[in-house]
């Protein structure tokens, strides 16, 4: 009887499934890797074998972290789903299931072969992660529209993929179309394009190629400036100064103020905005630029520091690496000579010298561990230390310009009193002469309401003020005890590691001690 492990009836995924489906695949020369189902490690397996089992869900992969290559053709398979812990599958073939649409894929980022022949899927979608893709494979599905192949120009890798058996076939010569619209591709349906079909389809569609290239042109221009707007918005954000440049503060402190917009209106009013917003302009303008020159600072201190733990650290290990090597020669010929020994009492004089070596060993090691973590302490100590003092140098500098708003703020409330007072004394006659709003006039005529949208308005500004001084300085200060954190966290866990190395390498060399009395 044959060993082959056959389904006849719809089954799902389970593990006893894929234990079997790992065994099959190991010659004999592998038995004793793995013995029985029980010592299977799945997180090993790169490649898995699952066609022709009537399958109807993936499930149970998410031990297959080391998987490459996955078949589950020929099964009873409906949707694409379980494949999120396969981060390193290249190789992904679902053909001739019952897959109605193309989901599920967006773990699968290192994927560069799909084929997905022989289903029932009638749009190519959801495939924007797989970067990598070079095969893709859709050939006997219900893809009605051939303009819908054009989704897969976001691929740049693509060399080869089948589309025939689908009913936008009835288009007419779609080689034509795929040849000018993917001038990279190498196959189309398991057939070289050939140079005279490139040709003939770059004439064919040469306006519309040229429309298209335009457009995309266009679109990546738009995604570069994109991207160059967030990486300047992040750089302002790392140095905490983020809409500090120019009048977006000055913005912020007059936005959602209806009777302070009134007011605005009022002879006189106008010229003291200006002057106000030109020199809050100017103030938080400096303090933009003083703050990326101090994160600049303080980003070349933080790389300087972690360049000085990177060559402790490799100093470290070199030493240590050294001093294993010395010990492994040494202890080689120890062990031979003592196989060599027949007479107890000399054997348990040259055992003990083993022990003593290996206990020598240890006691270097640990104290080259603890060398370090000394070392590193005092570094962490130093760095700790002038990055608080470049923080506390920028928080003062900054407290220090935001005083100057508060003083310019106080200043035009001032200038705003003295221009509202002259007003109310003129009346809202002599208002109305002035050709004045109608709001505007109406605030006039209420002395306590123009005292009042004064008093609000000039309020509102300094907490809007304070507040960013507050999300400046606090801003800053969190981000040097995260950092500081992380930075002792990783030396412990490091440290940690280091000290379980030498116990667990050290109790071995014991351990094949023991096994030679």
Same mark, same amino acid.
């Given at each position: 009887m044959s060993s082959e492990y056959i389904i006849s009836e719809p089954t799902s995924m389970d593990k006893e499934i894929l234990q079997h489906a790992v065994q099959e695949q190991f010659k004999p020369d592998h038995i004793l890797r793995f013995p029985d189902a029980s010592q299977i490690h799945f997180n090993e397996v790169e490649k898995l074998r699952l066609e022709y089992k009537n399958i109807l869900r993936i499930d149970h992969l998410w031990d297959f972290s080391s998987l490459s290559k996955l078949e589950l053709n020929n099964n009873a398979i409906e949707k694409i789903?379980?494949?999120?812990?396969? /981060?390193?599958?290249? +190789?992904?073939?679902? %053909?001739?299931?019952?897959i109605e649409k193309i989901e599920g894929l967006e773990c699968v980022q290192k994927l560069e072969v799909l084929n997905l022949s022989n289903n029932k899927i009638?749009? /190519?979608?959801? !495939?924007?992660?797989?970067?990598?893709?070079? &095969?893709?494979?859709? %050939?006997?599905?219900? =893809?009605?529209?051939?303009?819908?192949?054009?989704?897969? *120009?976001?691929?740049?890798?693509?060399?080869?993929?089948?589309?025939?058996?689908?009913?936008f076939l009835n288009e007419g010569d779609y080689r034509f179309f795929i040849a000018a619209y993917f001038p990279k591709l190498?196959?189309?349906?398991?057939?070289?394009?050939?140079? #005279?079909?490139?040709?003939?389809?770059?004439?064919?569609? &040469?306006?519309?190629?040229?429309? !298209?290239?335009?457009?995309?042109?266009?679109?990546? $221009?738009?995604?570069?400036?994109r991207q160059r707007h967030e990486a300047e918005l992040k750089l302002h954000r790392d140095a905490f100064v983020e809409f500090l440049n120019g009048s977006s503060l000055f913005r912020t402190m007059f936005k959602d103020d209806p009777k302070a917009q009134t007011l605005h209106c009022a002879p006189g009013v106008d010229s003291l905005i200006q002057r106000f917003e030109h020199q809050m302009g100017e103030l938080c303008t400096q303090l933009f630029e003083r703050g990326l020159a101090e994160h600049k600072r303080r980003e070349t201190e933080v790389k300087s520091f972690f360049s000085c733990q990177e060559k402790a650290v490799t100093d470290c290990q070199e030493k240590a690496s050294q001093m294993l090597a010395k010990f492994n &020669?040494?202890?080689?010929?120890?062990?031979?000579?003592?196989?060599?020994? %027949?007479?107890?009492?000399?054997?348990?004089?040259?055992?003990?010298?083993?022990?003593?070596?290996?206990?020598?060993l240890c006691k270097n090691l640990m104290t080259l561990e603890f060398q370090l973590v000394s070392e590193m302490e005092e570094k962490i100590k130093t760095f700790e230390s002038r990055i608080s003092d470049m923080v506390k140098h920028f928080s003062e500098i900054a407290q220090g310009m935001f005083s100057h708003? *508060?003083?310019?703020?106080?200043?035009?409330? $001032?200038? !705003? $009193?003295?221009?509202?007072?002259? /007003?109310?004394?003129?009346?809202?006659?002599?208002?109305r002469k002035e050709d004045l709003p109608d709001d505007v006039i109406m605030l006039f005529e209420d002395r306590d309401a123009v005292i009042d949208a004064l008093a609000t308005a000039h309020d509102n500004h300094?907490? #809007? =003020?304070?507040?960013?001084?507050? $999300?400046?300085?606090?801003?800053?200060?969190? +981000?040097?005890?995260?950092?500081? #954190?992380? =930075?002792?966290?990783?030396?412990?866990?490091?440290?940690? !590691?280091?000290? %379980?190395?030498?116990?667990?390498?050290?109790?071995?060399?014991r351990e094949q001690q023991e096994e030679l009395i």
């Open positions: 789903q379980g494949l999120d812990h396969l /981060i390193n599958l290249t +190789w992904l073939n679902l %053909s001739f299931n019952k009638s749009v /190519i979608e959801n !495939m924007d992660t797989l970067e990598n893709l070079t &095969h893709f494979f859709i %050939s006997n599905n219900l =893809i009605g529209q051939l303009d819908n192949v054009l989704y897969l *120009r976001k691929f740049k890798n693509l060399a080869a993929f089948n589309l025939f058996g689908n009913p190498m196959f189309l349906d398991s057939r070289i394009l050939d140079q #005279k079909t490139r040709k003939e389809a770059t004439i064919k569609y &040469h306006y519309v190629l040229e429309k !298209m290239r335009l457009e995309e042109l266009g679109l990546h $221009q738009a995604d570069e400036a &020669h040494e202890h080689k010929e120890r062990t031979e000579e003592l196989q060599q020994l %027949s007479d107890p009492e000399v054997r348990k004089v040259k055992i003990d010298h083993c022990n003593d070596e290996i206990n020598r708003c *508060r003083d310019l703020e106080d200043d035009y409330y $001032q200038k !705003m $009193q003295i221009v509202a007072a002259k /007003i109310l004394q003129t009346g809202a006659r002599d208002a300094l907490l #809007k =003020i304070n507040d960013r001084e507050t $999300q400046l300085t606090t801003g800053i200060s969190a +981000w040097k005890e995260a950092l500081i #954190k992380g =930075i002792r966290d990783e030396e412990l866990k490091r440290n940690r !590691m280091n000290i %379980s190395d030498i116990h667990r390498y050290v109790d071995n060399l």
